[in-house]
């Protein structure tokens, strides 16, 4: 089964609303991870946030996360058509694993114009 | 933009052929992965390396290699490429394990 899996998998909205996806996991995590994919590319990292901190902030992005819960929120606030993109959550494994970074299915968002 | 590189970018070929399918990085970064993504579905660890010298395989059986003999080179082999190989292939490197990835584009790799 997955470490990380996002919620929904897939999310419409129009220009100018806020997009949220959320990440569950099951073993215990040091930090988790949003990347970001355009249809066809590479991923590129958004924001990394540690296992002591509930929420961080860059830009129009709003991270939250909930050790006790095993879970995560991407939020991004004032959406643009740019943001279509498929967003995913990772998560470095403990134990016999450690340390490697297990990726979810993701969740397409598309803005509409 | 990271300055990770992969090449070719598109590479279509027929059952058989040896492959190898290029990555390079200018960040100095010690650790790299290459990451096999299909349509829609999630990335799977098939191989890392510490550094120089370094390399392991991940969590999906792969049939191809890879090497490390430069910091900034490491490229992935398939001996005999097959149609189940068709996917994209990404690269990546962090400054810290498994911390902020920068990825390339990636090589779509399709085997007829």
């Known amino acids: 089964s997955q470490q990380g899996e996002e919620d929904p998998q897939a999310l419409s909205i129009q220009e100018g609303e806020n997009a949220t996806m959320n990440c569950s996991y099951k073993t215990s995590i040091n930090n988790l991870q949003w990347y970001r994919q355009n249809s066809g590319r590479g991923l590129v990292h958004l924001i990394l946030?540690?296992?002591?901190?509930r929420e961080k902030h860059s830009g129009r992005l709003r991270v939250t996360l909930d050790t006790s819960k095993k879970s995560s929120s991407l939020l991004i606030t004032a959406s643009r058509a740019a943001d279509t993109a498929s967003y995913f959550c990772a998560t470095p494994r403990r134990g016999t694993s450690y340390g490697k970074l297990t990726f979810g299915q993701g969740t397409i968002l598309t803005v509409h114009p | 933009e990271a300055d990770i590189y992969q090449t070719p970018r598109y590479l279509v070929i027929g059952t058989g052929k040896k492959i190898t399918l290029e990555c390079s990085q200018t960040?100095?970064?010690?650790?790299m992965y290459w990451y096999q993504q299909d349509p829609g579905m999630e990335l799977h660890l098939i191989h890392y390396s510490y550094g120089v010298n370094s390399t392991e395989k991940g969590d999906l059986s792969s049939e191809s290699t890879v090497s490390r003999i430069r910091t900034e080179h490491f490229p992935l082999t398939l001996e005999s490429a097959r149609p189940s190989h068709t996917s994209q292939y990404l690269c990546?490197?962090?400054?810290?394990?498994?911390?902020?990835?920068?990825f390339g584009s990636g090589t779509q790799l399709s085997v007829l």
């Open positions: 960040m100095g970064h010690d650790k």
């Open positions: 990546a490197s962090s400054p810290v394990f498994n911390e902020k990835l920068f």
């Open positions: 946030i540690r296992s002591n901190e």
